[in-house]
């Protein structure tokens, strides 16, 4: 089993807008994740299992994969959370 | 839930929308009305929406304004309107809105409760099928 714990780099936290951005690149990459965050744990690619974790800034969030293709996966989910996607909005607006 | 967030004005529940622009402007006029948002937070619902899709699955959809538009709140409130012939919500179909206003620090745990609530199959279900405001109350208070 694969597995990478990262701390939700976005200012409002996994919500609607990073959220959204996380669940369609769990999707894209076609690997089933689990995002565990306390005691939860839901697969990556359902918007409203990830908004149900209620991670905020700064929230530590573990993901894990099995199987062909796990590890780049999860360092690409990683990578994305590990990223201020608001910021990145105020940017484009 | 915390259960200061829906008025029970707040609650339409047999409306229609020509495109997903209508939908949110009516959800926007819901929150002003009941005195949750000033006026330019409509817009600001509009203008999230273009940068992205807040279509969550179950037939639901959960606009909001952006970041910036903050200030445009004046108390934490939800809305709920629905749609039983659909909304075409960027090829998906939307029967419910769940508008949203929430500042700094209300709005992540306002979405963790409302997402809890429609990952149960029968709730979710509840809120799509609605014909009496009470039913809604009863699920989101």
């Known amino acids: ?93 | 839930m915390r259960d200061d967030l829906l008025d029970p004005r707040a609650v339409l529940l047999h409306e229609s929308a020509p495109d997903r622009e209508a939908a949110i402007r009516l959800c926007g006029r819901v929150l002003v009305e009941v005195g949750a948002v000033a006026e330019p937070y409509v817009e600001a619902m509009l203008e999230r929406e273009r940068s992205i899709s807040t279509y969550v699955g179950e037939g639901v959809a959960i606009p909001h304004g952006t970041n910036a538009s903050k200030e445009d709140i004046k108390r934490d409130a939800i809305c709920v309107v629905r749609f039983p012939g659909g909304v075409d919500w960027d090829g998906e179909q939307v029967v419910l809105c769940v508008g949203i206003a929430a500042r700094e620090g209300g709005h992540v745990p306002l979405l963790a409760s409302l997402a809890e609530i429609l990952l149960d199959p029968d709730r979710a279900k509840a809120l799509r099928e609605a014909t009496e405001v009470s039913q809604v109350m009863k699920e989101l208070t």
């Open chain 1, 1 to 93: 089993m694969a597995q990478r714990t990262v701390a939700v780099a976005s200012a409002s936290g996994l919500h609607a807008r990073p959220a959204k951005l996380f669940v369609q690149e769990a999707v894209r990459l076609g690997v089933p994740v689990t995002v565990r965050a306390g005691d939860k744990a839901v697969p990556a690619k359902s918007m409203l299992g990830v908004l149900s974790l209620g991670v905020v800034q700064g929230t530590e969030v573990t993901l894990e994969a099995d199987g062909p293709g796990a590890e780049e996966a999860l360092d690409a989910l990683v990578a994305l959370l590990s990223r201020d996607l608001d910021a990145e909005e105020a940017l484009d607006a």
